[in-house]
């Protein structure tokens, strides 16, 4: 929300339920926020992807679950760069693929 290209002070118009009269009622909302809401779905789909198939091996170092880590979100951002130079294939399917590109296996 905090950005140097938004104006903070311009406010836009939002619409909501009130509890009290029981109708939709117009406030005001600063278009700092009505940006950061409309520009939010590409985050909520990156942590879907992330935690959908998480490496899980539990270790006392926490050295190593941070390498777990950055090795989950290289292979989701890897993933979405392939579907959008080639097909569009499951994130599972490409994980499988990755996995056998690495451990140099015959891929059929």
């Known amino acids: 929300m905090l950005t140097n290209p938004l104006i903070v002070l ?3 118009r939002k619409q909501r339920v009130s509890k009290t ?4 009622v117009l406030f005001p909302q600063p278009n ?4 950061y809401s409309r520009n ?4 909520d789909k990156f942590d ?10 539990r270790d006392k170092e926490r050295y190593f679950s941070i390498f777990n880590s950055t090795t989950d ?4 951002e890897a993933h979405t760069v392939y579907c959008i130079v080639n097909e569009n294939i499951p ?12 451990l140099h296996e015959d891929i059929t």
């Open 10 to 12: 311009l406010l836009g």
């Open 91 to 102: 994130l599972l399917n490409f994980r499988r693929y990755m996995a056998s590109f690495f």
């Open 40 to 43: 939010m779905g590409g985050i």
């Open 48 to 57: 879907c992807n992330t935690t959908k198939y998480r490496i899980k091996i």
């Open 32 to 35: 700092a926020i009505t940006n």
């Open 21 to 24: 009269k029981k109708q939709r």
């Open 73 to 76: 979100i290289a292979l989701v």
